[in-house]
């Protein structure tokens, strides 16, 4: 059964750091990509960082370039997803995905097969 398990979320304050994780069990190879996405209350899941399967390409969105850094360990099977200076607006559920089988992103939502089931993050003081 393939499966992916976010943790690492929770409370922090304007300006501080979170870091992600995204545990992946039951895939038979390394062969996705791994999108994160979150929603915030009343508001549509949007893409926010994606990983290729070799994690040498990743993307980000606009609004957490500079911020956000994803990376993976396929040893360990999990893609992190770096937090900086985080921000009220950065508050949501956050969802790690994968594409699969495929090396690259998509910025598609529906394109992501496997979800996780989120981890909350909120940023407040």
């Known amino acids: 059964q393939l499966q992916l398990v976010e943790s690492g979320g929770g409370l922090v304050q304007p300006g501080g750091s979170l870091r992600l994780s995204c545990a992946a069990s039951?895939?038979?190879?390394?062969?996705?990509?791994i999108g994160w996405f979150r929603q915030a209350p009343g508001k549509e899941r949007e893409g926010v960082s994606c990983?290729?399967?070799?994690?040498?390409?990743?993307t980000y969105a606009d609004s957490v370039k500079g911020r956000f850094t994803s990376s993976r360990d396929n040893v360990k099977n999990t893609v992190y997803l770096q937090m900086n200076s985080l921000k009220p607006e950065d508050a949501g559920i956050y969802y790690c995905a994968a594409r699969l089988p495929h090396y690259y992103c998509s910025g598609t939502v529906s394109e992501y097969s496997v979800w996780g089931q989120g981890t909350q993050v909120t940023v407040s003081s």
């Open positions: 990983i290729t399967t070799s994690g040498r390409s990743t």
């Open positions: 039951g895939f038979t190879s390394d062969y996705y990509a």
